[in-house]
């Protein structure tokens, strides 16, 4: 059974991290082919050299998306009831290489009920940082968050059923 963080169980600037993961040549490729973003900056090392970077680096869309990737599998009582993604800020702080090895830090930021009070939205601020503990992404990321279930009647406390015209 997977243990998961109710909304009601989440408190501010609680943090969250997450494993780290390696990005590779294959990665960068991979994603250029799904993406179909042939950017040289990313694909081309003769070009890349000329850059202030001097050498290819992948997608900043591709370091976002391995953040979410990294947070999506956190576990145990890390788990967050998640049911939706609202929205997602990001800026690009530092160059990431092929090599590098990102992980992720999401810190509770503020939170509130929905109007029908059955959910809750939790904003948090997401940081993606690499071996050398630099930030190279800061982002703030808004999830609507499942609230605790309503105990349900089992067996006996149910009610009986009316008004199917039998009695």
């Given at each position: 059974?997977?243990?998961?963080?109710?909304f009601?169980?989440?408190a501010?600037?609680?943090?969250?991290?997450?494993?780290g993961?390696?990005?590779?040549?294959?990665?960068?490729?991979?994603?250029?082919?799904?993406?179909a973003?042939?950017?040289?900056?990313?694909?081309?090392?003769e070009?890349?050299?000329?850059?202030?970077?001097?050498?290819?680096?992948?997608p900043?869309?591709?370091?976002?998306?391995?953040?979410?990737?990294?947070?999506?599998?956190?576990d145990?009582?890390?788990r967050?009831?998640?049911?939706?993604?609202?929205?997602?800020?990001?800026?690009?702080?530092g160059?990431?290489?092929?090599?590098?090895?990102?992980?992720?830090?999401?810190?509770?930021?503020?939170?509130?009920?929905?109007?029908?009070?059955?959910k809750?939205i939790?904003?948090?601020?997401c940081?993606?940082?690499?071996?050398?503990?630099?930030?190279?992404?800061?982002?703030?990321?808004?999830l609507?968050?499942?609230?605790?279930?309503?105990?349900?009647?089992?067996?006996?406390?149910?009610p009986a059923?009316?008004?199917?015209?039998?009695?």
């Amino acid at each position: 059974m997977q243990h998961k963080r109710y909304f009601e169980d989440l408190a501010l600037d609680e943090l969250f991290v997450s494993q780290g993961r390696t990005l590779t040549e294959a990665d960068n490729v991979m994603w250029s082919m799904v993406t179909a973003d042939w950017t040289p900056l990313h694909v081309d090392e003769e070009f890349a050299r000329t850059t202030p970077f001097g050498t290819r680096i992948p997608p900043g869309l591709m370091s976002q998306a391995i953040t979410h990737g990294l947070l999506s599998r956190l576990d145990g009582p890390q788990r967050i009831a998640s049911i939706a993604f609202l929205t997602l800020t990001v800026r690009y702080q530092g160059a990431v290489r092929i090599g590098d090895t990102l992980h992720a830090e999401l810190r509770i930021k503020g939170k509130r009920l929905t109007s029908k009070g059955d959910k809750g939205i939790v904003q948090y601020e997401c940081l993606t940082l690499n071996q050398r503990n630099e930030v190279v992404q800061r982002g703030e990321w808004e999830l609507l968050v499942a609230c605790r279930p309503a105990a349900r009647p089992t067996g006996g406390d149910r009610p009986a059923a009316h008004g199917h015209g039998t009695e």
